[in-house]
């Protein structure tokens, strides 16, 4: 299995960014895709999470501001982020669950600041 984010960059607070990433491999019909992220100095954190059925969740953080979506037919998760903040500013990287196994991506940096 192999995962490639893309998406990152530089953007103002208040700005949006959409991140994407696509699953490649052996990729089973029942898993959870998310997004996770790494902050300088902190530890890695889920920030969204679809399971295969449609079901999303969110970290307190970015309810309201962040939202999950998945492509089944393009194994594909997206992650919209809107109303952006220099707290957001981290490496996102994309994450596959299936069968008790995690499977990650590269990682993609986002910056938040004026």
């Known amino acids: 299995v192999q995962l490639q984010a893309s998406g990152g960059g530089l953007v103002q607070p208040g700005g949006s960014l959409r991140l994407s990433c696509a699953a490649s491999?052996?990729?089973?019909?029942?898993?959870?895709m998310g997004w996770y992220r790494q902050a300088p100095g902190k530890q890695r954190e889920p920030v969204a999470v679809?399971?295969?059925?449609?079901?999303?969740s969110y970290a307190d953080s970015v309810k309201g501001r962040f939202t999950i979506s998945r492509d089944i037919a393009k194994n594909t998760v997206y992650l919209q982020m809107n109303s952006l903040k220099p707290e957001d500013t981290a490496v996102y990287y994309c994450?596959?669950?299936?069968?008790?196994?995690?499977?990650w991506g590269q990682g993609t940096q986002v910056t938040v600041s004026s």
């Open positions: 994450n596959l669950f299936q069968s008790v196994k995690d499977y």
């Open positions: 491999g052996s990729i089973f019909s029942i898993n959870d």
């Open positions: 679809i399971s295969s059925g449609g079901s999303a």
